[in-house]
Antibody, heavy 120, light 110 residues
Framework: QVQLVESGGGLVKPGGSLRLSCAAS????????MSWIRQAPGKGLEWVSY????????YYADSVKGRFTISRDNAKNSLYLQMNSLRAEDTAVYYC?????????????WGQGTLVTVSS | EIVLTQSPGTLSLSPGERATLSCRAS???????LAWYQQKPGQAPRLLIY???SRATGIPDRFSGSGSGTDFTLTISRLEPEDFAVYYC???????????FGQGTRLEIK
């Protein structure tokens, strides 16, 4: 069965960095786009970034552009999010999600999320 | 950037009643790129509807989606106790490229 397991969250000071990972299993990882989506405490969902199956196409939300970098290692079935220059407003649960991008666009599987807290 | 506005913010209904949730886009959205999700407290979102009207695998047929252009609707025909949750619409756009979510509708037990 499809599984997505995020890791790497934690407490970090403003201006600091953190790298999130998402381990995928149960499907051919290299066939799918992948996304990072976050949810601040008590708030709605906010898309952060997505990456194409090969890694050649990448897009970011304006709120993280220039600070966050998405990447993937298809040999390791893993997705990453390097987060630099973190701000208090980046505090959120970060989900990785599998994306269907052929003819439609939607996220059919999500991880359980990893909490990132940015605070001094 | 396309903005999705969901209404109402909160919907109070009883089990067995019909729920109608709205998602309005600031400009036309391709139906192929409109999806709906359900989220319960402490859980990740679950895909309900994709392509505006196609049910995801395992989703009961009391859930249906409709609409086109700028107006989309999620309907739950007869509410079950497990349906009380927060619902989000989501669209994918190509200009600029990216994904946006509506702010959510909370469906609560009356």
């Amino acid at each position: 069965q499809v599984q997505l397991v995020e890791s790497g969250g934690g407490l970090v000071k403003p201006g600091g960095s953190l790298r999130l990972s998402c381990a995928a299993s149960g499907f051919t990882f290299s066939d799918y786009y992948m996304s990072w989506i976050r949810q601040a405490p008590g708030k709605g969902l906010e898309w952060v970034s997505y990456i194409s199956s090969s890694g050649s196409t990448i897009y970011y939300a304006d709120s993280v552009k220039g600070r966050f970098t998405i990447s993937r290692d298809n040999a390791k079935n893993s997705l990453y999010l390097q987060m630099n220059s973190l701000r208090a407003e980046d505090t959120a649960v970060y989900y990785c999600a599998r994306a269907h991008s052929s003819g439609y666009y939607y996220h059919d599987y999500w991880g359980q999320g990893t909490l990132v807290t940015v605070s001094s | 950037e396309i903005v999705l506005t969901q209404s109402p913010g909160t919907l109070s209904l009883s089990p067995g009643e019909r729920a109608t949730l709205s998602c309005r886009a600031s400009q036309s959205v391709s139906s192929s790129y409109l999806a709906w999700y359900q989220q319960k407290p402490g859980q990740a979102p679950r895909l309900l509807i994709y392509g505006a009207s196609s049910r995801a695998t395992g989703i009961p047929d009391r859930f249906s989606g409709s609409g086109s252009g700028t107006d989309f609707t999620l309907t739950i025909s007869r509410l079950e106790p497990e349906d009380f949750a927060v619902y989000y619409c989501q669209q994918y756009g190509s200009s600029p490229p990216g994904v946006t979510f509506g702010q959510g509708t909370r469906l609560e037990i009356k």
